[in-house]
């Protein structure tokens, strides 16, 4: 057996049904990434004026239990990070910066959870549905070889290859979604950051 067949000979046993399915269930899984991030988001939705009216009421307070209280309630990004620097007030302006940095770092670890599964799934999808194509292709041409005499070989191998073609269709269409959610979702955790810090140097301000 030459190397030609026993190639063909693999991807006969391997086929190219596997892709199909490894697509299918990475698009599953991106949908519900997918709404999973945006229930996240929604939950966490802040009112920037309320919090800092708030923020405004408690810093020449000394009701630290009010604070610790919200604190311990709040899941948005921009008030948790500046309720811990309010909670930490009296210490010095650059101990306060370096708290709001690290409350900001470690809330960033919450919101980018599963980002970089729709950043894997966008870049490798392609690629996958390509190889699908390459397999299904290489496997149409094998059906060709072994076609009877009197069985129509065009309409055998335009069959074929339509259906090889498929995978790189389907992966595109995972792709696609998973790249604009990925972008979407990171546009929404920047907007977040953003707004933790501009929250804290108001606060850090009114400290001075």
């Not at 910066?97 to 729709?118: H, P, S, W």
Request: charged share 20%; hydrophobic share 50%.
């Amino acid at each position: 057996m030459s190397i030609t067949d026993r190639i063909n000979h693999g991807l006969d046993l391997v086929g190219a049904e596997w892709v199909m399915w490894l697509l299918i269930a990475m698009s599953i899984m991106t949908v519900a990434c997918i709404i999973e991030r945006w229930r996240f988001l929604v939950v966490r939705r802040v009112d920037m004026e309320n919090t800092w009216k708030f923020l405004l009421q408690k810093i020449d307070s000394q009701d630290k239990d009010a604070i610790a209280s919200r604190l311990a309630g709040a899941n948005a990004m921009e008030e948790v990070v500046a309720l811990s620097v309010l909670q930490e007030r009296g210490q010095s302006i650059e101990a306060l910066e370096d708290i709001a940095q690290a409350a900001v770092e470690t809330e960033k670890l919450k919101y980018n959870k599963r980002l970089g599964f729709l950043a894997t799934t966008a870049s490798n999808a392609p690629f996958i549905g390509l190889l699908g194509t390459v397999v299904g292709i290489v496997e149409a041409f094998g059906q060709l070889a072994d076609a009877a005499p009197g069985q129509s070989r065009s309409t055998l191998i335009m069959g074929s290859i339509s259906e090889a073609l498929a995978a790189t269709a389907i992966g595109l269409l995972v792709a696609i979604p998973a790249a604009a959610a990925y972008n979407w979702l990171q546009g929404k955790v920047d907007e977040c950051e953003a707004r933790s810090h501009i929250l804290t140097r108001r606060v850090v301000a009114r400290l001075r």
